[in-house]
């Protein structure tokens, strides 16, 4: 399977608990609609519904997404997933441990407080465009694998997702191509009559 890792640059997680209540983290680990920083030839943006099959999936709430830090799962309720107009909404229920304790201080003290999320691209689940002098994908469908808290957020130049638009620019010279043949053998057509 091919993952990739994205991150919520405009919308960050915080720590919300009462005296009651134990600790939580909330917030967008992906915002629609907005378009990303050049992601090495290309920006991307996700399109509402993007993660709509996901939100049954085993999905893991990480640090870094690092698999030996687990903050939560959807699977043992202790990680919440929805869809809302604005993003992709987490609500994280945190393990009462060490690393989450010391996380949580980190995230309080605002040295950290972004969000990232690991996915992969399902069959038809993404649409290539030129828009002015870049090109942008647009996430249509993706399988979600995990939703991360992260230290330094950034857009990795992925080698799948440069692949995904070797690919498609590939289709469309040999598309391009397709139409020039075509539009030749008119033109004989043209002369030979």
Do not use: C
């Amino acid at each position: 399977m091919d993952i990739e890792r994205r991150y919520a640059s405009l919308e960050g997680i915080e720590i919300r608990a009462s005296d009651t209540e134990a600790p939580r983290m909330a917030g967008f680990a992906a915002v629609y609609n907005v378009l990303s920083e050049d992601l090495g030839g290309f920006r991307e943006r996700i399109a509402p519904g993007a993660f709509s099959k996901s939100l049954g999936n085993d999905v893991r709430a990480l640090f870094n997404h690092d698999p030996n830090f687990v903050l939560g799962r959807t699977r043992s309720k202790t990680l919440g997933l929805s869809e809302t107009p604005k993003g992709l909404a987490v609500e994280i229920f945190p393990p009462n441990s060490a690393q989450s304790r010391s996380l949580m201080e980190s995230m309080k003290r605002g040295d950290i407080d972004q969000m990232s999320f690991g996915f992969s691209v399902r069959k038809n689940g993404q649409k290539w465009e030129q828009e002015g002098d870049i090109m942008v994908r647009t996430l249509l469908d993706v399988d979600l694998i995990d939703v991360s808290v992260v230290t330094f957020p950034a857009y990795p130049k992925t080698e799948i997702a440069l692949r995904s638009l070797d690919e498609f620019q590939r289709l469309q010279s040999a598309h391009d191509f397709t139409g020039q043949i075509d539009l030749l053998r008119k033109r004989l057509d043209l002369l030979i009559i």
